[in-house]
């Protein structure tokens, strides 16, 4: 056995992440790695607290990355807000409902599913319904922007229902976070997780989350240890706490923090109202150009993430074919389907640094070019017209 | 509010971990991101898979790095093994012993402690003592390598005495691997966990993990989930398991494992039994050179890591006074006391690529300068020598 240092291609990545970083944060992460616990540590933690709570918009004191990947910061959540017996409220509208509804179980806690179409948002009648019909419920969760679909909820009407009926509100922020409008604070959301791999364009492997003081509240009060050590917000809290001496919880992953810190800074100096412009911008560019084509989204516009474009397969096509022209001859990687939607759909993620014009145009092409040699129904060599159109308008 | 990049100052890193990170390690890191999914990324993890095995000496298929700190190697390894009532044996002899019983009750798991000496080697004898009183039990775990203390345990024959009482292992082997001799197969153990930031000398963040066929039967067989999602090994088989199509579980942090790979290369390159006696070579010098100081070890010489040196402080030292000299001075780090040991030790690392002669000089001669301006009662002027002869022996 003699294996060899690995060197990756290099991709561009607009599947639904990880999606390209920018090279600033791959040079972050190779900065010298210092201790945990190293004073000049301490204050880089303090500034990526100001800087997550400036994505987020909020001044909620608890902001914070938790030391894994976004499923890790889903799961914190759930075992620090859900108590055995606790009802939970779960909006499903694609896949990642799904693993809200294990998390509540695994929790001990009573799931309460409000199905809703794949490809749609969260429909707001149908979780009050559920709330009337659900008295004891203490929880409402839901996903901000549904990876698996590219649908977009309306995270502060959700919010208002859910507390309307005195539940706390967990909210999958995974995908959203910096490329759709986000108000923790305005909103009123109490407990809140994304990853660092989608609009932050950070490498993934980190989760940022945040806790409102009612959380807090909640979680302080529990009856029941949290069942999770590592994810107990209670010890957690003693690192990353700011009033008291950090002490030491588990080792933090220094190197990645470094990265998801440059990642926030450029996300300060372009500003995040002009990363969702800009998001929104080029999505519209990129729809002008496959509607061009003829390809058609599962999603509504209005209920449509500017970041993850959801598009039907046209009939008869070889999807994965398809995917292995791009990924092989233009180092290209668009996404597949996932869960019900396998087999019918590409997810063409915009994300953070990879939502820019010269990926769209690359990606317009590379599809015109791909669904040519598979011999699909549809029209070419108009997408990129169509695209530089809708950026000069 | 304007937050700059973060430059973080080069620090020599020779507390209890993280270690100095090889300048390969953090190269690696910095590579482009690709996609989790993508089938040369899928390589790479096969290759982990393989690096792993050899660092671990074992041939258990189900060898891979948990996408997150030790810590939540360790909470893997008990929440795949403990179902509610299940009675833990965990031998206790520093705090990682300590956070074993934490694990094993938020599993619903019954833990019966064992106590030793904190600066001892666990007690073969007590071990047995406590499995004979406990005819019930179905796991022991203890720690081979106490972080806390830099105490080694004799695996081989704690292990033994376990089977022979039919219960299943843990072993935490976050501070041994690759530092200490491990032999996870002909010791037989059946659940084991470690830490990239020890004696691999990659960044933190992610914890190695191996089961053996046994563990992975009691695991399949299960009556209840596992409580946590993002650690099931069920789930979590899917994407690192290698007999079928790798399956979406969660993003794993795909730089990190970079590095993690490359480090495992370099440990390849060196051969783990030259990295073993190097470990301890490098121990015996730098003993020479504190005690030449009058400095005293904690542990007896025969249970102890040559990776992990704890001191005690001299009487009358301010250690914390000690240490900030070392930091700003000589960009050097050394360890303060965690939990029962807090100011009463100093743990000196010497893990992987922080094992050498400069490092050891480095700190000796940095400890005499501080030692001496805090006017402890040493003797100056006389460890590098010893050192120095200790290495030409």
Known sequence: ????????PQRT???????????????????????HLDPVFVT???????????????DNELTMPVSAPGSAGMETCFVNLVEPGDKVIVCQNGVFGGRMKENVERCGGIAVMVQDDWGRAVDAQKLEDALKANKDAKIVAFV????????????KTLVEIAHK??????????TSLAGSKLLVDEWKIDAIYSGTQKCLSCTPGLSPVSFSANALEKIKNRKTKVQSWFMDLNLVMGYWGGATKRAYHHTAPINALYGLHESLVILQE???ENSWARHQKNHLALRAGLEAMGLTFIVP????????????????????????ILLNDYQLE?????GAMAGKVWRIGLMGHASNQRNILLCLNALDDALGRVKAPIKHGVAVAAANKAFAG
Do not use: W
Request: proline residues 7%; hydrophobic residues 40%; glycine residues 8%.
């Open 44 to 58: 880089m933690m303090d500034e990526m607290k100001t800087l997550l709570k400036y994505a987020f918009k909020t």
């Open 1 to 8: 056995m003699t294996i060899k240092s690995f060197h990756p």
């Open 270 to 272: 372009e500003g995040i």
């Open 144 to 155: 901000h922007a549904e990876t698996s679909t590219g649908a977009l909820s309306d995270a």
């Open 165 to 174: 009926y005195n539940c706390l509100t967990i909210v999958d922020a995974v």
């Open 13 to 35: 990545l607009m599947g639904p992440g990880p999606s390209d970083v920018s090279p600033r944060v791959l040079s972050a992460m190779a900065r010298p790695t210092i201790g």
């Open 301 to 324: 516009e209005n209920e449509r993430l500017p970041q993850l474009n959801a598009i039907s397969i046209p009939e008869g096509v070889d999807e994965a074919a398809v995917r292995n």
């Open 334 to 338: 668009i996404g597949a389907g996932l």
